[in-house]
């Protein structure tokens, strides 16, 4: 007969849980915070205002454009345009796009899981109808790579995609990889040509 005692029993894997609906609450309501700031700051927002508020945030200056490239995705009335090239106009063709790229993962990211939870309703609120419609239509049963082109593309409706493909239910690994084929290099590029002196293809001094 054996003297070892029996080992406790295997504890079961608990199931998995979602984020509680007070998180999700919590969420919401600080992103419509963001928003409901950005669509105020939007029509006093121009290139020598941002450019002011760079400038007098010292050495936080590229944390404030990460701040302002994420709020201006997820609140699309701010002018993105002039976030990228005003990033390599202040900090060159290297810490540039970098401050962009973050900015634009953010804010993509922000984008995604707010059409994942919140649904199109509120997309629509936020983009517009049309844009929420053109965006569907550009991805509406093609796979996740087709994200990528359409991410290139200058005038596609890039905010817009973020926030239909989490509405689509798209799996977020994937987006993210869309976002990093895609969108990250042409925002990098905007700033890294404006660093390098192409600022008059932008229409920029």
Known sequence: MSDSLPGPPQAREAPSRGPSAASIALLLI????????????????????????????????PLVLVGIQAAQIVAAPIPGVFVPILAGLLYGPVIGPFVTV????????????????????LAERWLGREAIEKA???????RWVALVPLFLVPLSPSDALCFM?????????????AVALGRLPK????AA?????WGALFGVA
């Open 30 to 61: 600080l992103l419509a915070g963001i928003v409901a700031a950005g669509l105020w700051l939007a029509p006093h927002v121009t290139r020598e205002r941002l450019e002011g508020w760079v400038r007098g945030a010292g050495a936080y200056g």
């Open 165 to 177: 493909a989490g509405i689509l239910g798209m799996d977020w690994r994937r987006f993210t990889i």
């Open 193 to 197: 040509g404006a660093a390098l002196g």
């Open 102 to 121: 973050i900015g634009t993962l953010i804010g993509s990211t922000l984008a995604f899981w707010i059409g994942r939870r919140a649904g199109r309703s």
């Open 136 to 142: 569907h239509a550009l991805i509406r049963g093609k």
């Open 187 to 190: 925002d990098a590029l905007l």
